[in-house]
């Protein structure tokens, strides 16, 4: 039996599989196949940016129990002080921190990783520069 294929993601992309934006559904159908994995730091991400998000009670209590289903169904890599090491090493120097320790986490899986997912062009090109292939589902080519 083959393995399905892991796929990294960072806070802005899994805010797509819990809400409905522009990518979302190019995002899903990837994602569907996959195994997803993601740094603990999503946990605190995630409910920040959903925190943002205007909505009446009842839509932040859906958001909530879907962002706990998302959330429920990834591999978290522990922030580990080797982790967190290997993340304040990073090149390039100006690589913010966040950024920094999803990149360190998505290495810790090695040639595993079929693809890393953001919507985060920093974090995209720094990705992509340590060897990992980057993958944002339904965004625009950029230019």
Do not use: C, W
Request: charged share 25%; proline share 6%.
């Amino acid at each position: 039996m083959r393995r399905r294929p892991l796929l990294y993601l960072d806070a802005s992309a899994i805010v797509k599989l819990v809400l409905v934006e522009p990518e979302s559904v190019a995002l899903r159908t990837v994602a569907t196949t996959a195994r997803i994995a993601a740094s603990e730091l999503v946990v605190v991400e995630v409910a920040r940016a959903l925190g943002r998000v205007p909505a009446n009670q009842s839509e932040r209590a859906r958001v909530r129990r879907e962002e706990q289903r998302v959330l429920a169904g990834l591999d978290l890599v522990a922030l580990t002080r080797p982790l967190l090491t290997s993340a304040g090493r990073l090149a390039p120097p100006r690589l913010r921190s966040l950024d920094a320790v999803h990149v360190a986490s998505a290495l810790t899986f090695g040639t595993g990783v079929a693809s890393f997912v953001s919507y985060d062009r920093r974090q995209l090109d720094a990705a992509a520069d340590v060897g990992l292939t980057v993958l944002s589902p339904g965004a625009p080519v950029a230019r």
